[in-house]
């Protein structure tokens, strides 16, 4: 079974001039376990509209969006907000770090967010700012850590509660190129390790390039792309 399906999308959204704008007009996507799916169009075909409803942060006019075989949609709100702390990591272009904590707080918030303790979250909150080369950052706080290493701390936070996905909306948009192509390939390396599976909304074809599969959006719906290597 797939991890992801995305069945029939559709999502619009009101105008000024008291029309609606078609942002999704019957998208498709599957996903399988382990897979890296970068998703590239231009600016405002709809991918952090697409990444929204993937979170189940937003909902869809009509269509469907499954988890290993489940509308989240059928979800109640309550339900929902357990599932999206539990199943989706999330990693935006600017991190939204906590400034008043340090990175390992940060990092430990999801888990903290579920009822668990520091001293309980602690050890996993370590090992990831050590697998992202951070371990000895875990007590700065955001405005002692350069741009990219903020983001890497998204990063662990994303991957705090082992999430079956983690949706990235341009994750290295506000980084320079090389700190960008460091954070890729720790993506990647991720990915591999730990079999993360990632959708990646980008701009950055070399990022879209590292992806297993590069789709496009285009008029409402994906069509796959292949990017020269
Ligand atoms: N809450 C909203 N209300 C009204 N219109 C919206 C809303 N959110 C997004 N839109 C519009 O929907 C379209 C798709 O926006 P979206 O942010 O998903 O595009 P995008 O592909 O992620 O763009 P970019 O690459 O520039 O980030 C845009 O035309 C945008 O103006």
């Known amino acids: ?100 904590f340090t990175a390992l707080e940060n990092v430990a918030m999801p888990a903290l967010i579920q009822g668990r303790t520091l001293r309980e979250a602690r050890p996993r909150a370590l090992e990831l700012l050590k697998l992202l080369g951070l371990a000895d950052r875990a007590d700065h706080r955001p405005s002692m850590l350069s741009g990219g290493e903020q983001q890497r701390v998204a990063v662990a936070r994303a991957l705090m509660n082992r999430p079956a996905v983690v949706l990235a909306d341009e994750p290295t948009g506000n980084l320079d190129v090389r700190t960008a192509e460091t954070l890729h390939h ?9 079999g993360q599976t990632f959708v990646i909304a980008t701009h950055n074809l070399a990022l879209a390039a590292l992806a297993d599969r590069v789709l496009r959006l285009e008029q409402g719906r994906l069509v796959p792309e292949s990017i020269p290597s």
Do not use: C
């Open 1 to 100: 079974m797939p991890l992801l399906e995305v069945i029939d999308l559709w999502k619009s959204y009101p105008t000024g001039a008291g029309g609606r704008l078609q942002v999704l007009q019957g998208l498709e996507l599957t996903v399988e376990p382990g897979e890296v799916v970068a998703i590239v169009g231009e600016s405002g075909t709809g991918k952090s509209t697409l990444l929204h409803l993937l979170g189940a942060l937003d909902r869809p006019d009509r269509g469907e969006v499954r988890y290993e075989g489940r509308n989240i949609f059928e979800l109640d709100d309550e339900a929902l907000a357990t599932f999206r702390n539990r199943t989706i990591g999330f990693v935006f272009q600017f991190h939204h770090l906590l400034p008043e």
């Open 186 to 194: 720790e993506i990647l390396r991720l990915s591999r390790e730990v």
